[in-house]
């Protein structure tokens, strides 16, 4: 009986506990694979719903918002990147949420995806950070007033 209460009560404190709808890794995937299957991963296999779709320069852009209580508050812009000379587009994924504890989290998980601090400044709106490798810069964005911030995942030109 003791073990049922305890399993329980784990299993509700799992449901009732939030926290951020994607992972580091999951943005750098994003960047990686095409828009067709990005879409599926984030409407079937994550909360979110594509919001609308915008053309800028010729690159289509796609707008994601979250669908439960829990990621409301989170959004994620895709698609938008850098042409390059070869018919290979480099993606750029945003994330974007107003829980700052989000943020903080995907920062220890950049860190210990043994990225490199490239840099970390300030300017008058937010505290900046920097990290990269040889596949991806990730710069991170967590508002003054802590009221919420941005990862944005560049994917590299990787040239064998």
Known sequence: MKKLLVMLILC????????????????????????????????????????????????????????????KCESVVMGDGIKTSTPLVLHIVTYTSTNTKYILELIDQVKSAELKKSFQGADQFNHIYIFDNFLYTVHVYIKTDNSGGTVKVEQKYYVE
């Open 12 to 71: 509700s404190s799992a449901v009732a506990s939030r926290a951020q709808s994607v992972s580091m890794s999951d943005l750098t995937n994003l960047a990686t694979i095409n828009m067709t299957d990005a879409n599926y991963f984030l409407t079937t296999g994550k909360p979110f719903k594509q919001e609308y779709s915008q053309d800028v320069n010729g690159l289509m852009l796609r707008h994601y918002v979250g669908t439960t209580a829990a990621s």
